[in-house]
């Protein structure tokens, strides 16, 4: 079996320890209301770090303040915060822990791991395209999602529970 590392060569030179850049690093999520009105919102507030062993082995986690969502919109925002959704004073944050990666091409991995929203965690296979130098790396993901897998079941006038999330993290060597 090869390794991540051997399967997708920009990775060779990545051994190491990594850093988020909080500052270069979006989380968007895009969803409709009303059967057919787009939302879109963004975190701002993101902490990470990421590991590539000798081995191959990819391990990491991305930490997302839940209360930093903004959809330009003051009044969804604050119920997005509230107990119908995040829940924010609750559950003050949602974790993705990367605990493996497996080659899917050239430049592509899929992120093993486990989402924890709302104090509960579900696994969850990431699929992602990697650019990378020697000190930097930005991966780049989409994810669908049915956010109920995570208890925030709320609806209104067929708001959907399905979300899509873009991901865009850069990391630095630490």
Known sequence: MTSPMESVPQLSTLVGSWTLDPARTSITFHTKALWLLP?????????????????????????????????????????????????????????????????AGPGHLHLDGDLTVHDQTRPLTVPAQVVATEDTATITAEVHLDRSSWGLTYTKKGSLLATRVVIKAHFSKS
């Open 39 to 103: 939302v879109t919102g963004t975190f701002h507030a993101v902490e990470g770090a990421g590991t590539v062993g000798d081995d191959g082995r990819i391990t990491g986690t991305l930490v997302v303040d839940a209360a930093s969502v903004n959809t330009e919109n003051a009044t969804r925002d604050k119920h997005l915060h509230s107990a119908d959704f995040f829940d924010v004073q609750k559950y003050p944050t949602i974790i993705f822990t990367v605990t493996d990666a497996r080659p």
